[in-house]
């Protein structure tokens, strides 16, 4: 409960800095909507209707109070209800993001723990490079070079999603394989990497030894100690990763055209459309607090030492 | 409902090829693609706010407007028949034609009238505005269903270029609400949403006659490498605005074919006339002797355009002819700059990501003028505010104009206490010529006036030209009728001709 | 990046290799970084008569790029913000971090509380915000983005730290000081600093690449260094459209990226399997 009434308050805390950091963006969206043919009379005239000549405080304790009241507002860009919008580009980065997080969730702790097993074992040093280089390999390097070999030059695959709509990405997927495959690439091998160095770790610690002396079965100390050890230490990069998938990938999307939520943000930002980047920082922060403090219960629960003596 | 239409939209072979040849067009062929970056701009098919060049494309699609330019900017009749002026130039009777709006009805004088003056009223947001505000709107009037009376608040014998000005499309009196637009153009209204998909359907009751593809799709995507790898794997069929490598890869790919606008973008240093310190003219002189433009072009541009002579409208209609080139005179230049007692002077150039060539140009204009005694800093703000905040900081800047009538660039961007005079260049002289030439009706005589305004502004204005660049947009080898045309020019752009396989 | 023999021994204890591979794919890049500038001190400007993007031959053996400078000179050069801003993005993010860490493990559990809960609040904010907040109003200095980069790592830091000095042997050895009578600052700067120093040695070492990729994306997507810099992340932006024509203009600085990043997380690798004792 605690916990809970804290992570609302962190929240809110966020969104307090990202309103004073916003104001700190120079021009307004009158001056982005009306752009280089627009005259300081339009200029004006438009930032009078949009309601810009209020200041920034009072709008922000204006959008703070209606958010109580559950009213998200509307976007001072496109003058759409800002659930409209972000509900769209929701829909694109959970395509995008529940197959990404689905591969990692199977993958990661299936590799990292089958090469931790065997650390330094044939499979296990050619899983660990792969992983390595993967892991390395910037994400623009990545899909840049997947784009361009695969799709423009091979043809197997589409090259970007430009002009779909989510439910086109899921009537669609072959457009889905190569931002996915981008996306997926460095948390799996991060994470793969982590669960490998945990199980190898735990597999000689002290309390698996122990274990052994007590004559329990190598199975055993595996299933009931090696892993839940291994994963909980996890828990916080696994974390992380949900938080990356979930909150948008700006430059996959950048690079593939996808119009999610990290792109949402960037251009909400590019427009001063203030209330809706507030909206997004919510949704951001709401995303990895919660995330946050499941991992947290999940490292106390999978591992308990580590927070005892707290 | 969306995604209903979606899949089946993208139904067929299409998206999953890139290896044939005949397959590489996005779909099935009567539904045509067009990728346009759409970042910054308001979304709404609103089309009397049409800040972008997609914004222009779905207007073109829709909408009408009551002429067109030409690819030299010349005024052509387009929703209008004819139009003409009395002998004073302040009263214009514009004859319609015969046209229907989507729903059947006929367009009338009166849906001239309401668009009109709602493009002109400030809360709108028209491009065009401060040209269709010389309308008096009290004295102006509907003269039958297919005849108007537009009369000025001062004679104007150029005045029928707002005809074809962008944002003065004409909309159904009364209109206010665009979320299911009616129009008049060769497509209707399918269904968009704002930053997405905006989707058209052929309308046979054009009065130019029914457009070739029985769909339109008209698609965002604001990265450059986006539209480009769409169009290279077939998902599109037309990529708009591409530039330097992108324009070398498209040269190279046999299923692609560029429509390149030459000299269509006028690359723009802007030098503040009225701040310190280039309120000396010596600075400003030295400034175009100083800069080296062959290099500039070669570089920056990618060699994609040519040397500017520091005048807007290479190639338009009443650019003057004859005009002595440019040439780089790095000791005059240096001469003039210590004579104006400006040896090793500092100032910040204002840059952005606008347009990709302003950056590379900033820093070889900054080699360059080193070389004359001036040093200039180059400072990048961010792009969406970018036009904002050189309308009031600092005393030089980059910008860039596409194609539009040489007259009302020298109206809205040179003339003294213009809206869009950037340079803040005031001059009595000036400002005479132009208002000489507005009541001139002869044609020749007017643009002989004009003429001798714009060699004026060239020396003096502040505003230089340094490269006309290229406008560049790409299509699939499978697309037919589309021709390389100016950016507003009627054939940019224009889908009802577009034939597909 | 010695870590304490545990008294476990290896089950397969081997003798130790050079990690040459390793070596190798870090030392070019950082090399380069740091000999680089002084190999090529030269003007990147265009030489006079240069075409961009023309492949490898004549007086640039890498060819030119987008704005038609010497590849070779831009690489050599492009490398020191690199490796420098992941260096000191890492500095700052430590020099932050370790004493928050420190407090938190102290004794008093509501400053724990209070250190963490705002740590996690940075953690939540959107560090773009900032770095786009920052490119737009000009600081495109290359400390800023750093400086961010540095910021963002402080909870993970601050987190490692503090665990390492609450883990249950620190903690008894700490009370046995405390009896001895030695004073806080001793506790805290002297036993526990080299407590942490092995994991957070450790943890600095993958953290490079976490740093130095976070200051590529951001380059790349044009929020850090001007677009004119030889940085190698701006060069595979500005080249990344003439991947065919000019191929060299965009895999040598990005494969020198990915050395850099393979290399750094062998060593990794290497010193977590020698804190196990094995290799």
């Known amino acids: 409960m605690r916990r809970c009434l804290l992570a609302l ?132 390097v990545l899909g840049l070079l997947l784009v361009a070999s695969l799709s423009l030059w091979a043809g197997l695959l589409p090259a970007t999603a430009v002009g779909m709509e989510p439910g086109d990405l899921l009537a669609r997927p072959a457009v889905l394989v190569l931002p996915v495959t981008v996306l997926t690439a460095r948390h799996l091998c991060d994470l793969a990497r982590q669960v490998r160095a945990g199980v190898a770790a735990q597999r000689h610690g002290a309390v698996a030894e122990h274990l052994r002396l007590l004559g329990l079965r190598e199975r055993t100390v595996v299933l009931r100690h090696v892993l839940p050890g291994a994963l909980g230490a996890a828990a916080q990069q696994y974390a992380r990763c949900v938080e990356g998938l979930l909150g948008g990938a700006v430059l996959v999307e950048a690079l593939f055209g996808l119009r999610g939520l990290g792109d949402g943000f960037v251009e909400a930002v590019q427009n001063r459309d203030l209330p809706l980047v507030q909206t997004y920082a919510l949704l951001f922060a709401g995303t990895a607090v919660a995330v946050n403090l499941v991992a947290d219960l999940v490292a106390h629960r999978l591992a308990p030492r580590r927070e005892l003596t707290a | 409902m969306l995604a209903a239409g979606g899949a089946l939209a993208l139904g067929g072979a299409g998206l999953l090829t890139g290896c044939g040849g005949d397959t590489r067009d996005g779909g099935g062929g009567d539904r045509f693609r067009a990728a346009f970056t759409s970042g910054g701009s308001q979304e709404t098919l609103d089309p009397h706010v049409a800040p972008n060049f997609v914004d222009q494309a779905r207007a073109k699609a829709l909408y009408d407007t009551l002429g067109t330019y030409a690819d030299d900017m010349s005024v052509r009749p387009r929703l209008a028949r004819s139009w003409e002026s009395d002998a004073s130039g302040t009263r214009w009777r514009v004859l ?338 132009l208002d000489r030439a507005r009541t001139t009706r002869d044609e020749r005589e007017r643009l002989g006036l004009l003429a001798r305004a714009q060699r004026l502004a060239r020396a003096e204005s502040g505003l230089l030209v340094w490269a006309f660049s290229d406008a560049n947009d790409a299509v699939a080898r499978s697309v037919r009728g589309l021709r390389a045309a100016p950016p507003n020019s009627r054939d940019w752009a224009r889908f009802d001709r577009v034939r597909v396989g | 990046m010695s870590a304490p023999d545990g008294p476990y021994a290896p089950p397969r204890a081997r003798r130790p290799r050079l990690p040459w591979a390793a070596l190798v794919l870090l030392g070019v890049p950082v090399l380069l970084a740091v000999l680089g500038p002084l190999l090529y001190g030269g ?177 790349f997507l044009g929020l850090g260094l001007p677009a004119s810099s030889p940085d190698w992340a701006v060069l595979v932006e500005r080249n990344r459209d003439a991947l065919f024509l000019q191929p060299a203009a965009v895999l040598v600085p990005a494969g020198l990226l990915t050395a850099l990043c393979v290399g750094g997380n062998l060593l990794v690798d290497r010193a977590l399997a020698r804190g196990r004792g094995l290799m």
């Open chain 1, 9 to 140: 308050l962190q929240c809110l805390v966020v969104l307090v800095a990202v309103f004073v950091v916003g104001t700190r963006l120079p021009g307004d969206t009158a001056d982005v909507l009306r752009g280089e043919l627009g005259t300081p009379e339009q200029v004006e005239a438009l930032r009078a209707r949009l309601g810009l000549d209020e200041p920034a405080p009072a709008r922000f304790a204006h959008w703070l109070g209606r958010l109580f009241t559950g009213d998200l507002g509307t976007s001072l860009t496109t003058g759409v209800p800002v659930g409209d919008d972000l509900g769209r580009r929701a829909g694109v980065t959970l395509a995008l993001g529940v197959p990404a997080l689905l591969l990692v969730t199977v993958l990661a702790p299936l590799v990292g723990t089958v090469s931790g097993l065997r650390e330094g074992s044939r499979p296990d040093r050619a899983l660990n490079a792969a992983a390595l280089v993967l892991h390395s390999v910037p994400e623009f």
């Open chain 2, 96 to 433: 319609l034609r015969e046209a229907s709006w989507h729903d059947g009805k006929p367009v009338t004088a009166k849906d001239v009238l309401h668009s009109y003056r709602r493009a002109a009223d400030p809360e709108t947001g028209s491009p065009s505005q401060v040209l269709l505000s010389a309308i008096d709107f009290d004295a102006s009037r509907a003269d039958g269903a297919r005849s108007v009376v537009l009369v000025l608040k001062a004679p104007n014998f150029a005045f029928p270029t707002v005809f074809a000005g962008p944002g003065t499309e004409i909309v159904p009196d009364g209109t206010t609400d665009f979320r299911k637009p009616v129009g008049s153009g060769p497509f209707t209204y399918v269904s968009f949403t704002p930053g997405g998909t905006a989707r058209y359907r052929r309308w046979a009751d054009h009065w130019d006659g029914a457009p070739h593809v029985a769909e339109l799709e008209i698609v965002p995507a604001n990265e450059e490498s986006a539209r480009l790898n769409a169009l290279l794997s077939g998902q599109v069929h037309y990529a708009a605005d591409m530039a330097g490598a992108s324009v070398e890869r498209l040269r190279q790919d046999g299923a692609t074919r560029l429509l390149t606008a030459e000299r269509a973008t006028a690359q723009q240093l802007l030098l503040r006339t009225g701040r310190a310190p280039f309120d000396d003219p010596r600075l400003i002189r030295a400034v175009r002797l100083g800069i080296d433009r062959e290099a500039l072009v070669r570089i920056a541009l990618a060699g994609h355009g040519e040397p500017g002579d520091d005048l807007f409208g290479l190639g338009l209609h009443g650019y003057p002819e004859g005009l002595a080139p440019e040439e780089r005179d790095v000791d005059e230049a240096r001469r003039l700059v210590r004579e104006a007692g400006a040896d090793g002077l500092r100032f910040t150039v204002e840059t952005s990501s606008v347009d990709a060539a302003w950056e590379p140009a900033a820093d070889l204009m900054a080699r360059q003028l080193a070389e004359v005694g001036l040093r200039m800093s180059v400072n990048t703000r961010a792009s969406s505010t970018y036009f904002s905040e050189i309308r009031t900081k600092g005393v030089a800047a980059f910008n860039t104009t596409s194609t539009l009538p040489v007259s009302d660039f020298l109206q809205q961007r040179v003339r003294g206490g213009a809206a869009r005079n950037q340079t803040q260049y005031a001059s009595g002289r000036f400002d005479a010529l």
């Open chain 3, 43 to 219: 003007d990147l400007a265009p030489a006079d008569g240069a075409l961009p993007s023309r492949p490898p031959g004549g007086q640039h053996p890498l060819g030119t790029d987008v704005l038609g400078r010497d590849v070779l000179g831009l690489v050599l050069r492009g490398g020191a913000s690199v490796v420098g801003g992941a260096v000191a993005a890492l500095a700052v993010g430590m020099a932050v971090g370790v004493p928050l860490g420190l407090l938190a493990a102290g004794p008093s559990r509501r400053l724990d509380e209070v250190v963490m809960r705002t740590s996690d609040v940075l953690l939540a904010f959107p560090g773009l915000l900032v770095l786009m907040t920052l490119a737009a109003t000009g600081h495109r200095a290359w400390g800023w983005p750093v400086a961010v980069a540095g910021l963002l790592q402080v909870p993970a830091v601050a987190r490692l730290v503090r665990g390492a000095a609450l883990a249950p042997g620190a903690r008894t050895v700490v009370e046995a000081l405390r009896m001895q009578g030695h004073g806080w600052a001793y506790v805290q700067l002297r036993h526990l600093v080299r407590e942490s120093a092995g994991p957070l040695a450790t943890d600095a070492a993958g953290r490079f690449t976490t740093v130095l990729y976070l200051l590529a994306s951001a380059n």
